[in-house]
């Protein structure tokens, strides 16, 4: 993998106060949203300089962060909001495979027997999540 430090200036870059003030991870020209190849090709120089496949896509990074998320720990309903999902269901179905055991135990957690009408409780006990 290429050394990222070559790459960088020995004074920072002078940031516009209208950058400073945006919630823009990639500002372009006066703290304004840049375009799709505004982020695209200079996100695309930056792989190929940093020895990566060239199939990486900008979203691939999205996907890396939520599943480190995941992974360590992080809330899924917090994650849900930073991914701006419309439900924390979509979030789940995408997400919770890296995690069974833990979606396990929290089934576990919330499921009960449930009694057979003609015997009473049964022999194998039927868990229904609430």
Known sequence: MADLTQHASDEPKR????????NTVFPGEKGRARTKPGV????KQAVERAGFAKTLRFHDLRHTFASHWVIDGGD???LS????????????KVY???I??????????????VPDA????T???HLIAV
Do not use: M, N
């Open 100 to 113: 069974p055991d833990v979606w396990e135990q929290d089934y576990h957690r919330v499921s009960f027997v």
């Open 123 to 125: 022999k194998k006990p």
């Open 15 to 22: 940031v516009s106060h209208a950058c400073q003030l945006s």
């Open 40 to 43: 695209w090709f200079p996100f």
């Open 76 to 78: 899924i309903f917090r």
């Open 81 to 92: 909001k930073i991914l701006g999902h419309s439900s924390v269901v979509i979030t789940q």
């Open 118 to 121: 003609e015997y009473g409780v």
């Open 96 to 98: 919770a495979h890296l």
